[in-house]
Structure formats: C-alpha cells, structure tokens
C-alpha cells in the first residue's frame, strides 16, 4: 500500500455542484437540504480515518429524504460524468505518481474505490476522503462488507503510512525454474491493529500471487545477463549485481516486489551460484 495525500476538495462543495448539474428539479431541492449532514458526516469520517475507527462508522439506508439508489445515481450519472465535477473525479483518480494502484503498488489505476461502501454509507457517497483511487482487480477485490472491528480494515492511503518501514518479505524457492515466494512481516514496533490490518490487506488484495506472477517474469529477464556475468566473473560478481538492484529498488519503495526479490536473490547462496539457470 503506498501512500497518498488526502484530497483537498470539500464534500459538501461536491455536492452543491452534482444538485446544480442533475435535470431533477425535486432531487436538486432535496439535495441542497443535507449539505449539514454531508458535512458532519465528513468530518467525522476524518476524525474516525485518523484514528483508525472507521469501521464503528454507523450504516444507513439514506440521507434526509434523499434515498441510499439516489445518492449512488448522484455519484455514477453526476459526479462522475459531468461537467461541473468530472475533473474533480479525475484529479482524485490522477493523485498517485505515475497512475499506479496504491492498493497493490503494481497495476495502473482505472476507477475510484469507495473505501466505506456507498451502499451502506450514502452519506460519504462524494466525499473525496472517501474516495480511493484504484485499479479495476482491487476495486473488485474489496468487497462492499463493513468492516466489524479495527483489525478488519484493509489499509486506507489518505490516513495509513506504512511507506517508511520495511515489511514486505520474499523467500526464494529452490526449484528449476526458480520462484519468489512473498510475505508480510510488520515491525514488532508497530500497534497489533496495525500489523493484523497489513496482513489482512495483503491477503484480500491476492498482493502474494500478484508479486509472484511479476517476479516470475523478471527472473526470466535477467537470466541471461546474470550468466554473461557468470562467465568472466565469480558467485561474489553475482551477488554484487544481484544487490545493487535491490538497493537501487529500495531507494524507489522499500516495500516493492523488486526490492524483496532482489534482497532475498543477492541473500541466497543457491541462487547466485546457478539457481537462475
Ligand atoms: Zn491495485
């Protein structure tokens, strides 16, 4: 999970602009009465993300005489679509460096997740805090369930830093053709929440087999270049090699497949010494 700054724009300015951009006069009427609420329920959903909380936010079925299908048609035909807040939808989506998913760090992001479902919380249906850019698989692999305790959260990159420790893991797997196994390992340091959660978000996100697949393919990349160095160099040359791209990932995310992989390679005896052929 890789951090993000949380968006500035308010919730109750997104919702202004959806009531004066929807056709339905009644429906821009009824919206314009929960500005209060859209605003108290944003505030409070910070309070709850900065402190870990927000699975004891409570659930409802609408808002005001605004219904909980409204609310996600606001959202899907409005928010997203027109021209009042369509590049508002889009700055959000465009947050992360390089577009890259901040739910499992590898593939590109195409939507925007509701951290807290909007079926069950139609309050916070376009609150920006709310709103997570990510890739389509981690869209679909959250499911829309309420999180029952603290340690039931997944990770949320506006309120969790876990960027700045080393936690992400691979093993090698002495086999022909070799394999990169992967695994969560939070500092002792850290609050149990805190650990329970990174694991939680690293098994509902499948990040062990995603890391997999993409190292799979790398080991097949360098294959060559580490036997042309085996040919004029030693196991030590290898190594060397082996390390100096682990480094060079560690300075980009310590918690990247690549620096796991790289660190666990230049780490195994059996590999440097011909486990890559
Ligand atoms: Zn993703």
């Given at each position: 999970?890789?951090?993000?700054?949380?968006?500035?724009?308010?919730?109750?300015?997104?919702?202004?602009?959806?009531?004066?951009?929807?056709?339905?006069?009644?429906?821009?009427?009824?919206?314009?009465?929960?500005?209060?609420?859209?605003?108290?329920?944003?505030?409070?959903?910070?309070?709850?993300?900065?402190?870990?909380?927000?699975?004891?936010?409570?659930?409802?079925?609408?808002?005001?005489?605004?219904?909980?299908?409204?609310?996600?048609?606001?959202?899907?035909?409005?928010?997203?679509?027109?021209?009042?807040?369509?590049?508002?939808?889009?700055?959000?989506?465009?947050?992360?460096?390089?577009?890259?998913?901040?739910?499992?760090?590898?593939?590109?992001?195409?939507?925007?997740?509701?951290?807290?479902?909007?079926?069950?919380?139609?309050?916070?249906?376009?609150?920006?805090?709310?709103?997570?850019?990510?890739?389509?698989?981690?869209?679909?692999?959250?499911?829309?369930?309420?999180?029952?305790?603290?340690n039931?959260?997944?990770?949320?990159?506006?309120?969790?830093?876990?960027?700045?420790?080393?936690w992400?893991?691979?093993?090698?797997?002495?086999?022909?053709?070799?394999?990169?196994?992967?695994?969560p390992d939070p500092p002792s340091?850290w609050s149990e929440t805190m650990q329970t959660r990174l694991r939680?978000?690293?098994?509902?996100?499948?990040?062990?087999?995603?890391?997999?697949?993409?190292?799979?393919?790398?080991?097949?990349?360098?294959?060559?270049?580490?036997?042309?160095?085996?040919?004029?160099?030693?196991?030590?040359?290898?190594?060397?090699?082996?390390?100096?791209?682990?480094?060079?990932?560690?300075?980009?995310?310590?918690?990247?497949?690549?620096?796991?992989?790289?660190?666990?390679?230049?780490?195994?005896?059996?590999?440097?010494?011909?486990?890559?052929?």
């Amino acid at each position: 999970m890789r951090r993000l700054i949380r968006p500035a724009y308010a919730a109750r300015d997104m919702l202004d602009l959806c009531a004066h951009s929807i056709r339905d006069e009644d429906l821009t009427v009824r919206l314009e009465l929960i500005g209060d609420q859209i605003e108290e329920a944003e505030a409070a959903y910070i309070q709850h993300g900065e402190n870990e909380t927000l699975f004891s936010i409570t659930q409802s079925v609408g808002i005001g005489d605004v219904t909980s299908d409204e609310m996600k048609r606001v959202y899907k035909g409005t928010f997203a679509k027109s021209k009042s807040t369509r590049h508002i939808y889009d700055a959000i989506k465009k947050l992360p460096p390089n577009d890259i998913c901040p739910m499992c760090g590898q593939r590109t992001v195409g939507t925007l997740d509701h951290y807290l479902a909007q079926s069950l919380h139609p309050t916070l249906v376009v609150t920006p805090a709310n709103l997570v850019p990510s890739c389509g698989d981690c869209n679909k692999a959250k499911l829309d369930a309420q999180p029952g305790v603290a340690n039931e959260q997944t990770l949320h990159p506006y309120f969790d830093n876990v960027d700045d420790d080393l936690w992400l893991y691979a093993s090698v797997e002495e086999r022909s053709p070799v394999a990169m196994l992967y695994f969560p390992d939070p500092p002792s340091g850290w609050s149990e929440t805190m650990q329970t959660r990174l694991r939680l978000h690293f098994r509902t996100f499948g990040l062990g087999a995603l890391y997999a697949s993409h190292s799979a393919v790398e080991l097949t990349n360098i294959r060559y270049g580490l036997q042309r160095i085996a040919e004029r160099g030693t196991v030590d040359d290898i190594r060397a090699d082996l390390l100096r791209r682990a480094e060079s990932s560690a300075a980009a995310h310590i918690n990247s497949w690549q620096t796991a992989m790289y660190t666990a390679l230049g780490a195994s005896d059996w590999f440097c010494s011909g486990g890559y052929n």
